[in-house]
């Protein structure tokens, strides 16, 4: 019986983290470890026609300047186990080539004794740019004369599809209502707090490299730099210790890091490379940038006929990985928690001179962005409620299972049971009483809604199975091994309460190690929403077995059968005759220094090793987001009022940590719908370089964000399901919908994000000079 899974028992990193102890890349200082700075393109696209290094390495303390002419020969095979070696992928050079295709594109590398040497003398650096015209808006560059990437003329990345729009025709030709809206999202980022770092310690007696990173996934950076650098696999170490903050971002190894590893092997000491925010907002990369036109044919009843989406993304310069996988996901989940009979997408990814796409917590989210904009377009278009228009085609629990119109599956979900929750916690018939009275009083309320499902714990080669290593030391003490990858979404709490429940013992008795690949079994870390899962499924897999071997030894010792016996608090006690038993420790005790005396059978010591491998294609969980807001017709200010989201993500391992990430993600979406853009003028030059430019979402702007949660199980172990992306997906929809709702009476048309003051202020300009 489940002791501490489903508790809200105090995160265990929590003591580091609070009082500033953690240790994150920067922390890490090695004796004469030397620092690195990027020599950056000022210029979207340009040939490089000449690099001056010598003024650089005059200077005192510079140790190295590289160039690509050094590094890039270096690399031996550069492909993401994400992916898989034969998985179509993009150019993405270590340092910038004969062009550079972005402004931030880095060209040179300089190595010196500090930070500050480091960054005086990249000043220093003189290249010589031939100015190429860019090609910036990736809306029009597959009609543009430029290429990106001469390997890819008309700058098309890849695209996919489902059936021919043209076969759904007759059904949109013949429907009593057809709705078109086109929505263009804008391009905006992860930002965590950390910001990318690595240091790389190459060991030339021992032909072996050390690396500590703020990464996601630890074994894929071992993994990814053995195979660039051609040195057998077991000869890299990673450590990852803290990483504050990943969203997708950190997940993969990009250019910078790939720098640092090769340069590494070259140095007498360790290299450390820590981004300064102004650099990751030119060159971490970019997300969300994308648009796409959705159509939606219906009856005369509002029931949903048919629904196509015409979707375009932009890739930028480098992606990471190619988008062209993960980017199926929008056209796959386009249908979401809907009844749509008929259906399909076209989805194209496409190159810009920007930075590059890399994911960001819920990759594919513009498909619920497409999908709930389109529902409550249509809603008006039929004067009908959106809610109500939603009831009349969500999936139910008797639709159940099913599949959506690309063949999607799906089972054990609950859309229609947290669409309601939400709505009641709202209230949200006062809530359109309130909104009426305010209208009379010249004040603009509006409530929107998303409801979507979320893919998590996906059988994906690299993210379908996961290990653990449990070891019980002589003192009964419990040690658990797992690949690890946490960014903040408190794997070692989810980990130790997991354990502490399969083993019986005392929660303060079990510890966890994790993110260093010479002690941890093989995993893919942190990413997909998959954690919760698969740690479920890996220490469900290994501590079966040595449960057993603990019983067998304490029913050895007691006399008795082992069926009689319960392990609870790290003691094996006979089931009515509590005085009678053995400690975890004494049962350890046994194991270890009294062999003979163990039952036959049974090995000495008590460790186990086990890999969980998901028999399933996805598990899904689902939620609903609920946002009501007041807009300022004058300043174009959006005000939240409320906030609601109704979360089944399964039976909770913490809800604590369950309702953190909601919280989180939510926020994130705000920022996206409201405030953060990763701006560009005509000429790729970015706006948004330090956080006066890029705005986030503070305290100030947030509202307290009132949590509902429906349990259904999954099939997977335990019926946990995962949770770490569903905030960011439709919390931005919602908003969108809130402001749409309230700027409605004025036939406002939402196309643009974010929906900053100048651009609602121009919104309800353009409605005004309509009407």
Known sequence: ????????????????????????????????????????????????????????????????????????????????????????????????EDEVRFVGDPVAMVVAADRYIAEDAAESVVIDYEELPPVVDYATALDAPESVHATHPGNLVGQLAGRPMEELDPVFDGAPHTVTVTVHQQSYGPVPMETR???????????????????QSPHEVRSFCARLLGVDEHRVRVVMRDTGGGFGQKVLPQREDMCVMLAAVRLPAALKWIEDRQEHLLAAGQARHEHGEARLALDDDGRILAATLDHVQDAGAYPTPSPVRSGIAVGMLFPGPYRIPEGTFRSRFVFSNTSGRVAYR??????SMAREVLLDTAARQLAMDPVELRRRNMLRREDLPTA?????????????????????????????????EALTQGRYLGVGTCTYVEPTAG???????????IRI??????????????????????????????LGAAIEDVNTIQGDTALTPYGAGTGGSRSGPMTAGAIAETAAGLRARILAIAAHRLEVDAGDLELAHSRASVKGDPSTGLTLAEIADLAHFQTHALPPGIPPGLEASGRYRTPHFMIWANATHVCTCEVDLVTGAVKLLRYVVSEDCGPMINPAVVEGQIYGGTVQG??????????????GNPLATTFMDYLLPTATEVPTIELGHIETPSPGPGGHKGVGEGGAIGSAPAVVNAVADALAPLGVRISRLPLTPATIVDLVEQARRRA
């Open 459 to 469: 059988a994906t080669p690299f993210h379908a199975t996961e290990g653990a290593t």
């Open 404 to 436: 959506n119109f690309n063949g999607m599956p799906y089972d054990d979900i609950t859309p229609y049971e947290t669409f309601e929750q939400a709505l009641e916690i709202l209230d949200y018939p006062a809530f359109r009483h309130e909104q009426k």
């Open 197 to 215: 770092g690595i240091i790389a310690e190459w060991s030339a007696p021992a032909g072996e490299l050390t690396i500590w990173a703020a990464t």
């Open 473 to 502: 030391e002589p003192s009964g003490k419990v040690n658990v091994y797992m690949a690890g990858g946490s960014c903040g979404n408190s794997l070692e709490t989810t980990v130790v309460q997991l354990t502490a429940d399969a």
């Open 670 to 683: 705000i920022g996206g719908a409201l405030y953060e853009h990763l701006a560009h003028d005509e000429d």
């Open 362 to 367: 819920g990759p594919w989210q513009f498909e």
């Open 1 to 96: 019986m489940a002791r501490y899974t489903g508790t809200r028992i105090p995160r265990v990193e929590d003591p580091r983290l609070l009082t500033g102890t953690g240790t994150y890349v920067d922390d890490v200082v090695r004796p004469g470890m030397l620092h690195a700075c990027f020599v950056r393109s000022p210029l979207a696209r340009a040939r490089i026609t000449g690099i001056d290094v010598a003024e650089a390495l005059q200077l005192d303390g510079v140790h190295a300047v590289f160039t690509a002419a050094d590094l890039n020969p270096g690399v031996r095979e550069q492909w993401y186990t994400l992916n898989g070696r034969d998985d179509p992928d993009t150019p993405r050079p270590p340092l910038a």
